[in-house]
């Protein structure tokens, strides 16, 4: 599934299990009762799902196979949060979670009060090293958890976003500083360069193996596209003009409502956005976000440039940020939503938005796929999406790293994803 974690001891195992499982709960804090049951579409899953789910992984996978006598909390929940394991049983159809009422929330929390309690017990048998395998299942667990993290923070979105009240997650006014930078570029020489997880720290499987790859010259964006940008492109009609798009992208934008990225509104001829803190003014200067791959694809060649490929991307993060940066905007900054740069030099090739790349989700060479039950995780969906790079606003800053391979369908846009373009050099 990965590559081998440092290890560390039990004691610190247990403090961020304690920390990213708390921090879940925090998350979904100022939510009512209500916006914990809902599902508005097939893609968004209800925040109590996520997190049964996630409680599901730690004691299917950890608890029943390490603790000794360890009694399943609920055995009828394995069919609820179970999400693709074909190999873990039967299990809810994913468009259905929006329809059970029970088990309640009520009931969830106590679920992962039992979880956390017992595996608790577990990690204090151990008074120095976690076994090897423990420790790997445990740390994707913890992965895994914090994913899902960010699809709580986009799925709440959607759901209050989509609501006509427009309510807020939070209650606070968003600066709108319309600050801009000039379009600089980051040259890069013609050569072979290594891409993909390298050294011991976690990675998913997906970003193995390091191998190299030949890029001829090319130039990255030293700035993501903004609000302004993609405002400019809207009003050159570019949502009508055909020879912009790939025809299946035409023809999905010829079915939107709005020409516009999800959450914009017009109002009196002006362009506001629903964010987590409500219903906003538009900053012209921070990065234009709920985009598809259609939507990134037209704008790039509507701009007379394109899309980067996730091999340019890496290594131009690689050269920039061989540490991430202090100052990005994750979620644990709660702005719950892109800013803009803070200067010339602020590139934002980490947090604020999903990058799409025009590369294939696909496997790199010598791909380790795993064996058994978790094997499942990345290489079944290596087929009819697009990779995404750098993180998002709604990312935990400890998840992100530069080799980190996201991805979705090309028609998405619920997620934080934005354009960032790229240009051949002669």
């Known amino acids: 599934m990965t590559t081998t974690p440092t290890l560390a001891s039990a004691k610190r195992y247990l403090l961020r299990y304690q920390e990213i499982r708390q921090w879940s709960v925090q998350l979904c804090a100022p939510l009512s009762a209500e916006d914990y049951v809902v599902q508005p579409i097939g893609d968004v899953s209800p925040p109590k799902w996520h997190l049964g789910h996630t409680t599901w992984f730690f004691e299917n996978f950890i608890l029943r196979e390490h603790l000794d006598d360890y009694q399943l909390f609920d055995e009828r929940l394995n069919w609820f949060f179970n999400s693709y394991y074909e190999s873990q049983g039967p299990r809810i159809l994913r468009t259905s979670r929006g329809n059970m009422t029970r088990p309640s929330t009520a009931t969830i929390l106590a679920y992962r009060e039992y979880v956390d309690g017992n595996l608790t017990n577990l990690l204090e048998q151990y008074q120095e090293k976690l076994p090897e395998k423990l420790a790997q299942l445990l740390e994707i667990g913890?992965?895994?958890?914090?994913?899902?993290?960010?699809?709580?923070?986009?799925?709440?979105?959607?759901?209050?976003?989509?609501?006509?009240?427009?309510?807020?997650?939070?209650?606070?006014?968003?600066?709108?500083?319309?600050?801009?930078?000039?379009e600089g570029w980051i040259n890069i020489e013609a050569g072979l360069y290594q891409i993909g997880h390298d050294g011991d720290g976690f990675c998913w499987d997906n970003e193995l193996s390091r191998h190299q790859v030949y890029l001829d010259r090319f130039a990255l964006a030293k700035r993501l596209v903004t609000n302004g940008d993609y405002l400019a492109f809207m009003q050159d009609g570019a949502y009508e003009r055909f020879e912009l798009w790939q025809m299946e992208g035409i023809e999905w934008a010829r079915q939107l409502d709005i020409k516009a990225p999800l959450y914009w509104y017009e109002q009196d001829g002006a362009w506001f956005h629903y964010t987590l803190n409500g219903l906003q003014p538009i900053d012209l200067a921070a990065p234009v976000t709920h985009i598809s791959f259609f939507e990134a694809d037209a704008y790039a060649r509507w701009a007379g440039h394109r899309l980067p490929t996730e091999q340019e991307w890496e290594v131009v993060c690689q050269q920039q940020h061989p540490e991430i940066p202090t100052n990005a905007n994750f979620v644990e900054d709660k702005n719950w939503h892109p800013i803009a740069p803070t200067s010339d030099e602020d590139d934002q090739l980490l947090g604020n938005v999903w990058e799409w790349t025009n590369s294939a989700y696909l496997p790199y060479p010598r791909y380790p796929r795993p064996e058994g039950a978790l094997g499942e995780y990345n290489g079944k969906f290596m087929i009819n999406q697009?990779?995404?790079?750098?993180?998002?606003?709604?990312?935990?800053?400890?998840?992100?790293?530069?080799?980190?391979?996201?991805?979705?369908?090309?028609?998405?846009r619920w997620q934080f994803t934005g354009i960032r373009l790229a240009k051949d050099l002669d």
């Not at 914090?146 to 600066?175: F, R, V």
């Not at 697009?386 to 998405?412: E, W």
């Open 142 to 182: 913890l992965q895994h958890e914090q994913q899902h993290q960010e699809l709580l923070m986009t799925d709440i979105k959607y759901i209050l976003g989509t609501n006509p009240l427009y309510p807020a997650y939070q209650q606070s006014e968003e600066p709108t500083k319309n600050q801009r930078f000039p």
């Open 386 to 412: 697009m990779v995404l790079r750098g993180g998002s606003c709604a990312t935990p800053h400890s998840h992100i790293r530069a080799t980190y391979r996201n991805f979705f369908q090309t028609d998405k």
